[in-house]
Each structure stands twice: as structure tokens, then as C-alpha cells.
């Protein structure tokens, strides 16, 4: 089974930065798809950025040029670096994956992003 365990959040002033990794406790190598979410207070869990084998990315029009999603394959994460953070940022974000073949997908436990003054 794998693992995936989500750090990197804390609080941030609009305009700042952070960078959320994502830890796999299996080679990232092998599986194909990884994704990042958020659920901000009060709304419903929402796709943010997505990074296939082969490198391919797709994000939320809210996020792009300001976020950017890569496979770290010599740390075996999956980076989620945010700039130009602003409040309506300010969600858990979740790590995703998922290979062809697997029932369900796998899910981190989430951490928290809070961008305010």
C-alpha cells in the first residue's frame, strides 16, 4: 500500500511563497499519475494541479503562473511550489495518486496553507 504524506504548509502573507512536498513511500517511478487538491473552509475539495510520468501538467486557470508542479525523483516527492499566494489560497491541500489498475486512489492526510496579513 502506498503512502503519501503531505509538508510544507504553514502561514503566509499575500504575495509570499511556499513550496508543499509530498512524500511517497514507493518509487514515484512507477506510478503515473499525481495529483494536489485543496478544500477551503465551509467548500468542497477541488482539483489544483496534476504532473503524469513523462512530465505533463495541467492546473485550475485560478492557480496557473503561480503554481508549478513537478516529480522530484531523486528526493521521491511530488513539489508543489507556490508563489503570489494570495487569501483565497488558504485551504488543506491534499496529495493524490493513482495508476491504471488500482480501485481507488491514494490519498495524504492533507496540510494547511493559511494566507493572510
Known amino acids: 500500500q502506498v503512502q503519501l504524506v503531505e509538508s510544507g504548509g504553514g502561514w503566509v502573507q499575500p504575495g509570499g511563497s511556499l513550496r508543499l512536498s509530498c512524500n511517497v513511500s514507493?518509487?514515484?517511478?512507477?506510478?503515473?499519475?499525481f495529483s494536489w487538491y485543496r478544500q477551503a473552509p465551509g467548500r468542497e475539495r477541488e482539483f489544483v494541479a496534476r504532473v503524469v510520468i513523462g512530465g505533463g501538467t495541467k492546473y485550475i486557470d485560478a492557480v496557473k503562473g503561480r503554481f508549478t508542479i513537478t516529480r522530484e525523483e531523486d528526493k521521491n516527492t511530488i513539489d508543489l511550489q507556490m508563489d503570489s499566494l494570495n487569501p483565497e489560497d488558504t485551504a488543506v491541500y491534499f496529495c493524490?495518486?493513482?495508476?491504471?489498475?488500482?480501485?481507488?486512489?491514494?490519498w495524504g492526510q492533507g496540510t494547511l496553507v493559511t494566507v493572510s496579513t
Open positions: 514507493k518509487s514515484i517511478r512507477n506510478i503515473d499519475i
Open positions: 493524490n495518486a493513482l495508476r491504471p489498475g488500482w480501485t481507488k486512489s491514494i
